[in-house]
């Protein structure tokens, strides 16, 4: 059981057979009548957010959340192919389990796997990547200052927006949380 006291960012919580996670909270103490803590969750299998007032020490369950390492091997017609590196057994995951995260697969990413209830609910990737250009506008040396932009699609369907000094075959630093470009990679 976890209890009011116990929030921080990041702690899970099981309310109505469903698994959140703490986004955000603030504990809050008037001046008249009982604390309570002002909380935002993100549901863990549906995504939605969830704003909730709390009581002061009302307590919640723990739900059943495993996160499992795992390399990204291949995608098919079925889905998406994921091995686990201490035991070598294989998942498969359909596209809407996947979500987003598919625009930044690349064979052998390392990847977390958050199970509930052995049931695979969301995958997490790296907050970086490498990835590289496959199309976009010719580059323009000399175009660094200006700070515009054009559109890029990278080696996994990703579109970002990047410097117009980027070429076809750049490899690029991306951000997987906010999609941006970070920075241009040797190699």
Same mark, same amino acid.
Do not use: W
């Given at each position: ?11 899970? %919580? ?17 001046? *008249?009548?009982n604390?309570?803590t002002?909380?935002? /969750? ?12 709390? *009581?002061?020490g ?11 390492? /795992? ?9 998406f ?23 930044? %697969? ?48 990278l ?30 990679? *040797?190699?």
């Amino acid at each position: 059981m976890i209890g009011t006291s116990d929030f921080k960012k990041g702690a899970k %919580l099981l309310i109505d057979d469903q698994p959140y996670v703490i986004t955000d909270f603030q504990h809050v103490k008037p001046g *008249k009548g009982n604390q309570f803590t002002r909380t935002k /969750m993100k549901n863990l299998i549906s995504g939605t957010n969830l704003e909730r007032t709390i *009581k002061s020490g009302e307590k919640f369950a723990v739900p059943d959340v495993e996160y499992v390492d /795992m390399n990204f091997l291949y995608k098919d017609d079925s889905g998406f192919h994921f091995m686990n590196q201490s035991n070598y057994e294989q998942l498969d995951l359909s596209a809407e389990v996947v979500g987003e995260p598919a625009l930044f %697969l690349t064979e052998n990413l390392e990847v977390k796997i958050c199970l509930f209830n052995e049931r695979a609910i969301l995958i997490e990737v790296p907050n970086t990547v490498v990835l590289e250009v496959t199309e976009t506008d010719p580059g323009h040396k000399g175009n660094t200052v200006t700070g515009a932009t054009k559109p890029a699609i990278l080696e996994t369907g990703a579109k970002v927006y990047v410097p117009l000094h980027i070429s076809i075959g750049d490899r690029l630093k991306v951000d997987t949380r906010t999609c941006e470009y970070l920075e241009r990679t *040797k190699g």
